[in-house]
């Protein structure tokens, strides 16, 4: 069994260009400073040799190396190592996999069949994991207790070569990072930066309203990018047309923005406030409302909202336990038209039976109900995302939990469990 250890000098200097650690024949790193402002500062380091270039970037449908690797620790100790706790919960772009950043490291799992790809154990604490599609290359941010790197900085590591080949620095915390075949999005609490990924030259800042969850979201279509971010005051969201060179703001709510998801195209955009009773669909080409989808009467607060592929179906988990799955109106496209029906009937998400009285009662007695639901523990965060099978949801936890489950598309209620695990088990169970 191999070890990846953590280098030896995991926090270097960010003023410092980091030292090389291939042979003397290697070409020296290249390292330049961006700084507009204190708040912009962002400095990056790159093997230029080392890096793929976007058409040396591993196919999508390229697995990654599916060893697995553990620490001696694990391997050779005759009592069970108790699991690491869980920094990071995040789906790749096609949810075909999943990322798990722990106080130890991170490790890559596939969803169907749910096995665990690999394994990395740095002893120290991965806070966010990116992946980018099935490819040898992801984002990695430090943090726990114990960081493998500074919080304030991405590394890009390539798991053929178990070492980082790039870097970017800031001069506060990264909240999150998104990835495209073509760009490097890097979010902090109130600035967004957008690279492209082969040089991480930068190629556009954004400034935003205060963004601790890191919300920002990516179209995945072989088209030109579309990027939604939190505006510039509560309840608004950015969107940005790439092709068209086009910006346009929405006020979703009133409340402040708490989670938001676009479908793979970046057509359609879904979004839930501080709130979080309503999920409102946008067009995000004229920023129109396409559709409002009703969670539950309480406040709530929303962990995650997710398409599926066709944007038929859209799910959503909040801190009430509950999983929802709510029939969508809308096409994935920009044209606003009806939606082609199908050989089989299908539930919309259920309206309530005084919908007639809609403009005098008031708007909960018109709203549009989930289709199914699935019941988990109250209080553990997950997020969801929608299977390669048909009708089946992908739901993940903080706790290490996964679970898969099955809706009835015609007849909707209660969905069906059809397998679970943990996820943070030694690999020998798998």
Not at 136 to 165: E, T
Not at 251 to 257: E, K, N, T
């Amino acid at each position: 069994m191999t070890t990846v250890s953590s280098p030896s000098s995991p926090w270097q200097n960010p003023d410092s260009t980091p030292a090389s650690d291939s042979d003397s024949t290697s070409p020296p790193q290249h390292s330049r400073d961006r700084g507009d402002d204190a708040e912009s500062f962002s400095s990056m380091t790159l093997n230029a040799q080392d890096f793929n270039l976007p058409d040396r970037i591993p196919d999508s449908n390229r697995y990654l190396n599916t060893q697995t690797h553990t620490s001696p620790l694990e391997s050779n100790s005759p009592t069970t190592t108790p699991p690491p706790s869980l920094l990071h919960l995040s789906f790749n772009q096609d949810h075909a996999c999943f990322a798990v950043g722990t106080a130890r490291g991170f490790l890559i799992l596939n969803c169907d069949p749910f096995r665990e790809i690999f394994r990395r154990d740095f002893a120290r604490g991965v806070a966010v994991v990116e992946m980018l599609f099935r490819c040898n290359i992801l984002a990695l941010v430090g943090g726990g207790p114990d960081p493998q790197y500074p919080p304030n900085k991405v590394m890009i590591w390539d798991d053929h070569q178990s070492r980082c080949i790039g870097e970017l620095s800031f001069r506060s915390e990264v909240r999150s990072v998104r990835l495209r075949r073509d760009r490097i999005v890097v979010v902090l609490e109130q600035k967004i930066f957008v690279y492209n990924f082969v040089d991480l030259k930068l190629m556009r800042q954004i400034e935003t309203f205060a963004n601790l969850k890191g919300l920002c979201a990516v179209s995945q279509g072989a088209g030109s990018m579309v990027l939604v971010c939190p505006g510039l005051q509560k309840g608004q969201v950015r969107i940005e047309h790439y092709a068209s060179k086009r910006t346009k703001f929405v006020l979703a709510h009133d409340s402040r923005i708490a989670c938001f998801a676009l479908t793979q195209d970046g057509s359609l955009l879904a979004t839930a406030s501080s709130k979080g009773t309503l999920v409102r669909i946008f067009n995000t080409v004229d920023g129109t409302l396409r559709q409002e989808v009703r969670r539950g009467a309480d406040r709530a607060e929303i962990y995650s909202l997710a398409f599926s592929s066709n944007a038929e179906w859209l799910a959503v988990s909040s801190d009430k336990g509950t999983v929802h799955v709510f029939g969508l109106k809308v096409n994935s496209g920009v044209k606003d038209t009806p939606r082609i029906a199908s050989n089989v009937t299908r539930p919309t998400s259920p309206s309530s039976s005084l919908s007639l009285f809609k403009g005098v009662l008031p708007k909960y007695f018109s709203s549009e109900w989930s289709v199914a639901q699935f019941r988990l523990v109250e209080g553990t965060q997950y997020i969801v995302a929608f299977g390669h099978q048909k009708n089946t949801v992908v739901i993940l936890g903080m706790d290490g939990s996964f679970y898969r489950c099955q809706f009835d598309p015609v007849n909707g209620g209660e969905m069906s469990q059809l397998e679970y695990h943990n996820c943070l088990k030694s690999p020998s169970v798998f």
